[in-house]
């Protein structure tokens, strides 16, 4: 067997491990170790543990990816999401679905201040649920709208996806931050749509309750100011050029840590509970970063990357067919395989296709338009059934709603985000307009 062919059916092979629920980490560092001593020789394989285990913690700009996952933590104790919740609550909560509007927009509200979709979903459905159970809202949109809200997580910056995206494809994170501000808007408005659209085809599944006095909506909108000041301290200061990206993420930790203090939320075990879950989503992460890098060593060895790319610019197809492609094999690859696992794994292989295509618009602008839309199509997978990961979280808070009742609601919600890729698809200047 050539090089070529070993590399091409290491994937069929990866997915088989996946389905058999081996940890995609693990299961890309076997098969890259594998490969490697097949397509080279132990010794080979050797040497390149020997370097890629510095080489792939190293890089400076992955501190920023500990920094985020414990500024969302800091966030979590200090009871910033609950404030959130009250605050989107008390200004839309007696709105027809307002209780569930209510949550997207805190999740977006958090997701400002976290940068991950699981912890996102997790955060919120503890808060919000028992509120939306005690409302009369149905249990499956209920856990589909914070199932959805959860991915606003990874795309409202800043993002820790976007930040692996940006290290691989050697982009400026700060500005891939702000190309992702106004998708992340519209996925907000088009969640709280779905919604109503769900709530008029189901007008049963939600309840109403009376409005709150206005003298309780600026209460409650005065305690997301914390929120507020370290969004504008972090992501001002990194558009602003006050401090880069990963000196913003350490400003932001402090700052979060320091108001999680004052409010008593680190105090009896919060501090630790908060480094030991940091740690625990720093580990994963960065062990799946070492699996990608070994088996993305090994395609490279067998040259797959390369010849996928010549075969794909040479076929002579439209460039706006072949980024179509790409996009409905994120789609399909994210019913089964979580967000960051995607981006480690594809981008390696499709981004020397997308950088050799020409969209009649400047490289850098397209680069961010295409993070984007990445992002965007991967964040759908986190809700698409059978394995959205952000499901199963909802799904594991609220065990009395089976995960078929998710399931049906989230699909409007899927809708939603489908319509949104279309929409920046067809017109990237929603991206790039303002860049």
Not at 166 to 182: D, K, P, S, W
Not at 208 to 220: D, F, I
Request: charged share 10%.
């Amino acid at each position: 067997m050539s090089d070529l062919a070993l590399g091409l059916a290491s994937f069929p092979l990866l997915l088989l491990l996946i389905a058999l629920r081996v940890p995609i980490g693990l299961a890309m560092l076997a098969l890259g170790a594998g490969g490697m001593m097949l397509a080279g020789s132990p010794a080979m394989w050797l040497a390149k543990m020997k370097n890629e285990g510095f080489s792939a913690f190293a890089s400076y700009d992955l501190s920023v990816v500990p920094f985020f996952l414990l500024m969302g933590q800091f966030a979590t104790q200090g009871g910033m999401s609950r404030a959130l919740f009250r605050a989107a609550d008390a200004l839309i909560g007696h709105r027809r679905g307002g209780l569930a509007m209510a949550a997207i927009g805190a999740c977006a509200g958090f997701g400002a201040i976290c940068g991950s979709s699981l912890a996102t979903a997790a955060t919120m459905g503890r808060v919000a649920l028992p509120e939306m159970r005690a409302a009369g809202y149905a249990g499956g949109l209920s856990t589909a709208a914070l199932a959805a809200g959860g991915t606003l997580g990874i795309l409202i910056p800043p993002s820790v996806v976007l930040v692996i995206f940006a290290i691989q494809t050697e982009q400026n994170i700060a500005r891939l931050f702000a190309a992702a501000v106004v998708p992340g808007l519209l996925a907000v408005f088009g969640y709280m749509a779905a919604v109503r659209a769900y709530l008029a085809r189901h007008p049963q599944a939600a309840g109403t309750r009376a409005p709150r006095p206005w003298g309780q909506r600026l209460r409650a909108l005065a305690g997301t100011g914390p929120v507020v000041a370290i969004f504008a301290l972090v992501v001002g200061g990194i558009y602003g050029g006050l401090f880069s990206p990963t000196e913003g993420a350490a400003v932001g930790a402090a700052g979060t840590g320091l108001l999680a203090w004052l409010a008593g939320g680190l105090r009896g075990g919060g501090l630790r509970a908060a480094l030991l879950a940091t740690a625990e989503a720093t580990g994963m992460i960065f062990f799946i970063l070492l699996g990608a890098a070994v088996y993305n060593g090994f395609l490279g060895m067998t040259r797959v990357p390369q010849e996928l790319a010549e075969m794909v610019t040479g076929a002579g197809w439209p460039p706006m067919a072949i980024l179509a492609a790409m996009l409905v094999f994120y789609l399909i690859l994210g019913c089964f395989m979580d967000s960051l696992s995607m981006i480690l794994l594809t981008i390696p292989t499709f981004w020397p296709i997308f950088a050799g295509l020409d969209f009649g618009m400047d490289p850098d602008l397209a680069a961010l338009w295409f993070g984007v839309l990445v992002l965007i199509v991967v964040e759908v997978g986190l809700i698409t059934p059978p394995v959205g990961l952000n499901l199963f979280v909802i799904n594991a808070i609220d065990t009395a709603t089976p995960l078929s009742a998710t399931w049906r609601a989230v699909s409007w919600f899927v809708a939603a985000d489908l319509i949104r890729v279309a929409l920046i698809f067809a017109l990237p200047a929603i991206v790039t307009v303002w860049l």
